[in-house]
């Protein structure tokens, strides 16, 4: 039995898909950093944890699943919340629990000091064994990760799943090099946009964790006269994203009495600024027209719901990136 | 960390959730028998094998699951595949590689010899430790398995995501009193039941995999005329169902050469046969509008394309029971 270590691709390839997901469900919100997620099985092959970066500034997949691995195996100790604090804390005091330890990790683990330090030193200071990464890192200031975990006699096997790792990849090799574009749609089960909120609240709310991280949200005129929106971040209590309007009509003839135009320090731009990096526009199917050709990417959330309202009747075929649930919606994030 | 086994509600619910899932994938299918998934973990926890009850007559998901679990531990093991031999092999042939394992059951195992040979009596010759279980079995025939396995000295636990495990056996408990009704819809993402090909293959296929096993396929006067359909399974190279058309005119006024009523030994009725338990009705949005309210479940299709055709526009909110994927297509099981 001992030389039955996850050696069949299936398991392999299920325990990479399990790191996939979860990276899955903090895509975008990690910006600028790229979305990555992680599996800790112990030396027997028991899951010890599944985690994911969650956000800039906080750990890095691989310290957030060590960290969550480490709980579990010593609940009676209180781990520090600052990502550079823990990664220290637990390899001053991870007693061996991680010896011959396996990672599956979706990006090829770091091997800089960032904000946060190492992740490729925190496996080899606690002794895992193996780790199985799906995408090589091709950004030059953090690459390196693979050959620095060899040096140290860890094994690594690169290309698990790779073409779904490099499918969660590309929102931040876009935003990296230039800009990405993400259009926002909400749809009821019989394709209708209309009707005053369409979206359950969780996903609004990722919608409201998305805004509370881009550059600039982009809307358009008819939005803004049709629905008086605030378009802020309020669900989860974070600052509103600045706006560029696009519109035929000059922005001064709008009613400066709608919501939008009252949130305080809020930037207001009728062009795109070249600076920024991460964008999402939000409309309906005449935004959604006019567009959809300069969008990389499209987030469409789907309730649970028929109603009697108009569909809306642009033919477009959505290549799904990935779907998930969130309560009795759908949503996914498709390209053309 | 020995006595770290197991006891996190998040982990049981993680494993009884890998059960739930498998089985839902075959829900519908096992008719005349209930849809059961069941994980097994060796004694270090590690996942050995994620199986569901894939059809009546074959394995039972408990079977199914350890036989796939002694394959990837034993490869070199050729063994049988009707289910009582495989049953008896490995009772036979395990060599103790099950000892001290665990199981995740999503309903009771049963103590019953059935078609097959009850499962609570093969995991205490295997020496299991441990059977979680979601949904306690109330059929008077199969129970009794927990009490049977209890007096072997392996542990029991029950109600791990009870309510989950409740909606998953909802289809056989109204089937095995009375009549299962299910209504099938297809849709683009934008709502619009129209076009040729609404859903994709594996769609079709799976739709078609149900054919192959109700009692009665249930059609309307529309559909047969518009469409002029075929209305078997041949995308699972099974035989097509018996029909039955509810339509005000009479049936002899259709045009014979419509393909269904070539299908040989096809019977077609124009009233529904009490005996029928498992119907499956099939159609669009008027034959909707008129039957929703009889129907026991939905089962939806949905593509991942938007198209220029008018939307479904009967207001009904569907609460889902299960969700998932079929290539680009989505599809759920709800209820009204």
Not at 60 to 69: Q, S, V
Not at 159 to 180: C, N, R, S
Request: aromatic content about 10%.
């Amino acid at each position: 039995m001992s030389n039955f270590k996850i050696q069949g691709r299936q398991m392999k390839e299920f325990y990479m898909n399990l790191a996939l997901n979860e990276a899955w469900k903090y895509q975008f919100l990690t910006y600028p950093n790229p979305a990555v997620g992680c599996v800790i099985l112990d030396k027997n092959e028991k899951i010890l944890a599944i985690k994911a970066h969650e956000k800039a500034g906080l750990a890095h997949a691989e310290l957030n699943a060590i960290a969550h691995a480490f709980k579990s195996l010593r609940p009676e100790i209180s781990l520090p919340k600052e990502a550079n604090a823990l990664h220290e804390f637990i390899c001053k005091n991870h007693q061996g629990v991680f010896k011959d330890s396996i990672a599956f990790v979706t990006l090829e683990p770091c091997s800089h000091q960032g904000k946060t330090p190492p992740c490729a030193k925190l496996f080899s200071e606690l002794g895992f064994k193996k780790i199985f990464i799906s995408v090589k890192d091709e950004n030059k200031i953090a690459s390196g990760g693979a050959e620095f975990l060899k040096k140290q006699g860890i094994e690594v096997e690169f290309d698990i799943l790779k073409e779904e790792g490099k499918k969660l990849l590309k929102p931040f090799l876009k935003w990296q090099k230039g800009q990405f574009k993400l259009f926002k749609l909400a749809l009821s089960m019989n394709g209708s946009p209309f009707g005053k909120i369409v979206s359950n609240e969780l996903s609004r709310t990722y919608a409201h964790e998305i805004r509370a991280v881009i550059d600039l949200l982009v809307v358009g005129g008819e939005t803004i006269r049709k629905d008086c929106p605030i378009l802020d971040a309020r669900l989860c209590k974070a600052k509103a994203p600045n706006l560029c309007i696009l519109s035929r009509q000059n922005i001064d003839n709008f009613d400066k009495n709608i919501p939008l135009f009252k949130v305080p320090n809020r930037q207001i731009y009728t062009q795109i600024p070249s600076e920024a990096k991460f964008l999402m526009y939000e409309g309906g199917e005449n935004f959604l027209k006019i567009f959809k050709d300069e969008i990389d990417m499209f987030l469409i959330f789907q309730s649970s719901s028929l109603n009697d309202e108009k569909n809306v009747t642009i033919p477009l075929n959505f290549k799904p990136l990935y779907r998930n649930f969130l309560g009795s919606d759908t949503y996914g994030i498709y390209e053309l």
